[in-house]
C-alpha cells in the first residue's frame, strides 16, 4: 500500500526538527496521495527526506500528529501495544511505589491524544485525536493484555474533541464496574469517582507537589504565641495548656480544593485545621468522605462556595491563614482567553495573599499550558505589588514525574506550582 507524503515548506520554522509532535496547515507545501482522516501519512522536508510519520486529519488546525520518527515502523497494533508497554515500564522504573498513576501522557509518550490514567485495578482512558480513536480497540486490547483490570473507563467527554470532528464520549468500555476506587497517594488513602471526578477523576500531575508540603505545615505554634520549656506541656499567651497534639501545626485555607487531595496531606504533614472551599458540592462531600477515611476530619471544614467571592468575603472579615493553596482548574483554554484567564489568575492570588499572614505561606498554580511560566510569574508580581506584599520563593515546581515533558513542545510543560513566603509591604 502506497502511503501519502506531505511535504513541508522549505522556509518553514524547523519546530519537527526539534522534537515538536505536531504540523500545522501552514507549514504544508503540498500532499501526495490521497489520506483520507485519520491515516498514517508520512512527513517529509521540501527535497522529500523522511522525518516522521503520523495520523492525518484535514478537519484539524494539527492537521498531522507524530506517531514514529521511524520510516522502517508499521503502525499497527503491535505497535500500540508496545508503546504503552514501555510508557508503562516507564513508571515503573521512576515511581515504583505508585499503583495508581498515569501510564501514557499523550505526545510525551509518543501516543499523540491518548490519556491513559491507572488507579489500582481500574484503567480511564482519554482519546483526543482521530488517529486514536480510529484504533480504540487496539488501545483497549492492550489494556487488557498488559494490566488484565477489573474495569476500563472512558472519559472522553471533553470540548477540544470537537476540534478534531469528533463527538464527546462517555462510558464503560466493556462491563460496567464500580467506579469508585480508594487510591493510595504517600501513604494515604484517597476515594476518587473515576466517573464523576474532574478530567478521568484525579489529578496525578501534583502528587510530588503535594509531598513538598511536608516542610511547611508544622514550625507554626510560637508563631501563635505558644511556648514550650522544658519538658512542660505547650501554653499559650495567657498561661493555658494547650491539649490539642496539633498546637505546631498550620492554620490552612485550601481553595479549588476538589476532593480533598492538598487537604489531605496538609493534615497527614501536620496541619492544626485546614479549611477547604470548592464550587462542586459533590467534590465537597469528596473531600470530606476522604478525611473522614483518613482520619483527618476532626481537624477540617468544608464550604461549597465560589472561591471567587469566599476569598474577597475573607478578606473583607479580615480573616487569615498561616498558609493558603490556590489549585484552580485551568483558565486559559485557549490563546484567545489568556488574557481573561491572567485576570482570573490574578485575582485569586491578589486575595490570596492578602489573607496569608505575616511570614505565611502562598502555594499557588496553574494548569493552563497557554500561560508560560514566566508570565505566571510576572502576574504573581503585579498581584503581589497590588497587595502590598513580598514574595520569597521557596520553591518552582512542575508536573509529577509521570508527566513526562518533550523540551521541543511546550505544550507539554504546562503545570506550574509555585510555593512562596508572604511577607508584608
Same mark, same amino acid.
Given at each position: ?5 506531505a511535504?513541508?515548506k ?20 503540498k ?7 485519520g491515516?498514517? @501519512?508520512?512527513?517529509v ?7 516522521? =510519520? ?14 514514529t ?15 504503552i ?20 501522557h499523550?505526545?510525551?509518550?509518543f ?12 484503567l ?8 486514536v ?7 483497549y ?6 494490566f488484565?483490570p477489573r474495569?476500563?473507563?472512558?472519559r472522553?467527554?471533553?470540548p ?6 469528533? =463527538? ?14 480508594t ?21 496525578f ?6 509531598a513538598?508540603?511536608?516542610p ?47 487537604m489531605?496531606?496538609?493534615c ?16 465537597v ?10 482520619g ?20 473583607n472579615?479580615k480573616?487569615?491563614?498561616? @498558609? ?9 483554554k485557549?490563546?484567545?482567553s ?6 482570573g ?17 502562598l502555594v499557588t498554580?496553574s ?9 505566571f510569574?510576572?502576574?504573581l508580581?503585579e ?10 520563593l521557596i ?24 510555593i ?6
Amino acid at each position: 500500500m502506497t502511503i501519502a507524503k506531505a511535504f513541508l515548506k522549505k522556509n518553514r520554522k524547523k519546530r519537527l526538527e526539534q522534537g515538536h509532535p505536531w504540523v500545522f496547515p501552514g507549514e504544508i507545501e503540498k500532499i501526495e496521495g490521497n489520506p483520507q482522516g485519520g491515516d498514517v @501519512i508520512h512527513i517529509v522536508n521540501h527535497v522529500g527526506h523522511f522525518l516522521a =510519520q503520523g495520523f492525518y486529519n484535514p478537519l484539524s488546525q494539527l492537521i498531522i500528529r507524530v506517531i514514529t520518527y521511524s520510516n522502517e515502523v508499521e503502525v499497527d497494533q503491535n505497535l500500540f501495544l508496545q508503546k504503552i508497554e514501555q510508557a508503562w515500564k516507564r513508571r515503573q522504573w521512576l515511581v515504583p511505589d505508585a499503583t495508581s498513576c498515569r501510564v501514557v501522557h499523550g505526545e510525551a509518550d509518543f501516543l499523540p491524544g491518548l490519556i491513559i490514567d491507572k488507579y489500582e485495578d481500574v484503567l480511564v482512558v482519554q482519546i483526543l485525536s482521530l488517529g486514536v480513536e480510529i484504533r480504540r480497540q487496539w488501545v483497549y486490547d492492550a489494556l487488557t493484555q498488559i494490566f488484565n483490570p477489573r474495569g476500563i473507563y472512558e472519559r472522553s467527554d471533553v470540548p477540544v474533541r470537537r476540534l478534531e470532528g469528533l =463527538q464527546e464520549r462517555e462510558g464503560f468500555v466493556d462491563k460496567p464496574f464500580d467506579t469508585k476506587v480508594t487510591v493510595s497517594e504517600n501513604g494515604l488513602r484517597i476515594l476518587v469517582d473515576v466517573a464523576e471526578g474532574q478530567k478521568t477523576g484525579y489529578f496525578f500531575d501534583q502528587r510530588e507537589n503535594r509531598a513538598a508540603l511536608k516542610p511547611l505545615m508544622t514550625g507554626w505554634g510560637a508563631r501563635h504565641g505558644i511556648k514550650v520549656e522544658g519538658d512542660t506541656l505547650p501554653v499559650d499567651a495567657k498561661g493555658k495548656t494547650v491539649k490539642n497534639p496539633f498546637w505546631d501545626g498550620a492554620e490552612v485555607l485550601d481553595c479549588f480544593s476538589h476532593t480533598g487531595s492538598f487537604m489531605l496531606h496538609s493534615c497527614l504533614y501536620g496541619a492544626k485545621k485546614v479549611t477547604c472551599v470548592d464550587i462542586s458540592e459533590k467534590a465537597v462531600e469528596m473531600a470530606k468522605g476522604n478525611a473522614l477515611l483518613n482520619g483527618f476530619l476532626h481537624r477540617t471544614e468544608f464550604m461549597a462556595a465560589n472561591a471567587f467571592d469566599y476569598l474577597r468575603e475573607q478578606v473583607n472579615e479580615k480573616k487569615s491563614w498561616d @498558609i493558603v493553596i490556590l489549585d484552580p482548574p485551568a483558565f486559559a483554554k485557549n490563546r484567545q482567553s489568556i488574557e481573561g484567564a491572567i485576570r482570573g489568575y490574578k485575582e485569586i492570588n491578589l486575595q490570596g495573599m492578602k489573607l496569608v499572614r505575616n511570614g505565611g505561606i502562598l502555594v499557588t498554580a496553574s494548569c493552563s499550558y497557554h500561560l508560560s511560566a514566566a508570565r505566571f510569574l510576572s502576574m504573581l508580581q503585579e498581584a503581589a505589588a497590588d497587595a502590598h506584599k513580598v514574595l520569597r520563593l521557596i520553591e518552582f515546581r512542575r508536573a509529577g514525574i509521570d508527566h513526562p515533558v518533550l523540551l521541543g513542545s511546550e505544550e507539554t510543560d504546562y503545570l506550574k506550582f509555585a510555593i512562596f513566603e508572604v511577607f508584608n509591604r
